[in-house]
């Protein structure tokens, strides 16, 4: 392996790292402003605040579906250019995506669908407890 496919093999790494860590900080930001509009909504005894946490939700999840197929995408362009395959410090994702690289795929894949489909299930749970 010459020491151009290694650089770009780094390069196409620190992207993907870039990807994954926006996607735990989109988590992160989800689990905080929906606890918060929870507290709200306890204090006050106000549903609303709860109707209101669906939208930061699912917000957060379309969000977190796209950069974790952007985090896909970026795995299969490294895996083509691990084997030689992609163009030496190629960019382009295009020609090496797949099938589960998609935007909806991402979405409803089971880790995203696990983690923010509970979310908006503990939503959901909420607003019948402050009925």
């Not at 197929?69 to 895996?79: I, P, T, Y």
């Amino acid at each position: 392996m010459s020491e151009d496919q290694r650089k770009h093999l780094e390069l196409l790494q620190n992207t993907i790292t870039r990807m994954a860590v926006n996607s735990f900080l989109i988590k992160g930001w989800s689990v905080t402003l929906v606890a918060a509009l929870f507290a709200l909504a306890a204090k006050d005894s106000d549903r609303s605040f709860a109707i209101v946490s669906y939208f930061p939700c699912i917000l957060f999840w379309c969000l977190d579906g796209y950069y974790l197929a952007q985090e896909r995408k970026f795995r299969s362009l490294f895996e083509a250019a691990r084997s030689g395959k992609a163009d030496l410090y190629s960019m382009n994702t295009q020609a090496h995506a797949r099938e589960r690289d998609t935007w909806l795929n991402s979405i409803f894949g089971t880790t995203l669908l696990l983690f923010h489909g509970t979310i908006v299930a503990v939503i959901s749970s909420m607003m019948v407890i402050l009925r």
